[in-house]
């Protein structure tokens, strides 16, 4: 009897038995609302971690942790005597060693370093720029400026840094930037890995103040700002990691899971015919050959921009100048082959190619040059 028990649809409000699994009026499934759902409630907390999880992270900003100056401070064989007999001097020094406390600032200036979540950011330098390209000038009333930063990855996951989150004002209004370089910021960084570069733009000459602002996260409305201080050079330089990966693949070595197959053919120096593409001074090109088989049964895209190459643990920049670049499709069963090429320091000591296996975890697999 209980199953002859009516209870109203709640799509068209006809009267239905209690037990219909679909209203015989209007077709619609007699089901619970979706906010009563179980599998509702499981979402929504998921939602709340990763959201509570976000904000931790970087709960209280981008925070200032030192100065370049503080980074590179008086050893104690530096120390005159006089400096030892001191007990001030002594104590002072102490002081000096300490690790500084985190500052929030509202805007910073030539040699602050600070710590952005994973992100360890240092401004090292600023200036003018003279363009040398006689086609690359700026317009009359204005001049080109820089600014150089260094981006160390401190996280368990990759970064991306790029110019295009950065934008200039020069008293208040938004000025251009300027893409006549070729040592912008600009590279994906995998756990321990850093980069440098500079950003460039055209100001006008009377400007007062300029400013830069760094969004470092597209879905987050948070800036940092950079003061522009004119010529001023706070003497950073990058400190070289030579640590070698463990397991990385050398030339004859294969990499094969269930889905895919990678062959590391070889390695070569590479020298470029394009009287217009070469090496910048104390640099030059290497290539790697690869063959990638697809074992899966769905088809596989391969692209040079999955690679990344790191020399002494900071990023090279990418050069697309042979016909064989890496740039494929490959159905289940089929293989592709081809080369990416990069452009490294002479004197780096570790040289290292990673190649992005899953953008989603991070999974990369990592090829030794040298």
């Known amino acids: 009897m209980a199953n002859n028990k009516l209870i109203v649809c709640k799509h068209c409000g006809a009267q239905i038995a209690k037990a219909a699994k679909v209203c015989p009026m209007c077709g619609g499934k007699n089901k619970k609302p979706i906010f009563l759902r179980p599998w509702f409630f499981a979402l929504l907390i998921l939602v709340i971690i990763i959201a509570v999880g976000a904000s931790g992270k970087r709960k209280d900003g981008p925070q200032k942790v030192g100065t370049v100056s503080q980074a590179s401070s008086q050893t104690a064989e530096e120390k005159t005597p ?3 007999k001191d007990a001030g001097k002594k104590e002072e ?173 070889s390695c070569e120096d590479y020298e470029s015919d394009n009287m217009f593409v070469k090496p910048k001074e104390g640099y030059h090109f290497v290539s790697l050959i690869l063959e990638f088989e697809n074992l899966g049964s769905s088809d596989r895209t391969i692209s040079s921009f999955s690679f990344n190459c790191y020399a002494d643990g900071a ?7 042979r016909d064989d670049d890496l740039s494929a499709t490959i159905s289940a069963g089929r293989k592709a ?29 990592v090829f030794t040059v040298k």
């Open 82 to 84: 006089a400096q030892e």
């Open 93 to 265: 020094a102490k002081e000096a060693e300490k690790e500084p406390e985190p500052e929030i600032k509202s805007i910073y200036e030539v040699g602050d370093i600070l710590q952005d979540g994973n992100l360890r950011i240092v401004y090292a330098a600023s200036g003018e720029y003279q363009s040398d390209n006689q086609f690359l000038q700026p317009k009359e009333g204005h001049h080109y400026i820089f600014l150089e930063f260094a981006f160390i990855n401190e996280g368990k996951s990759s970064e991306s840094i790029s110019a295009f989150s950065f934008e200039a004002y020069a008293d208040g209004y938004n000025v251009d930037m300027f893409y006549g370089q070729d040592d912008t910021l600009s590279a994906t960084l995998s756990p321990g890995r850093a980069t440098t570069g500079r950003i460039y733009f055209e100001v006008p000459v009377d400007a007062t103040e300029i400013e830069i602002e760094y969004s470092p996260n597209v879905f987050l409305d948070k800036k940092i700002k950079f003061i522009y201080e004119g010529e001023k050079d706070s003497g950073y330089s990058l400190e070289g990691n030579q640590a070698r990966t463990d397991g990385a693949l050398t030339v004859g070595d294969a990499f094969e899971n269930k889905n895919l197959k990678i062959t590391y053919l």
């Open 315 to 321: 990023a090279c920049d990418s050069t697309f100048i």
């Open 337 to 365: 082959k081809g080369s990416v090429t990069f452009e490294v320091p002479d004197t780096a000591e570790v040289i290292e190619v990673e190649f992005n296996n899953n953008v989603w975890t991070s999974d990369r697999i």
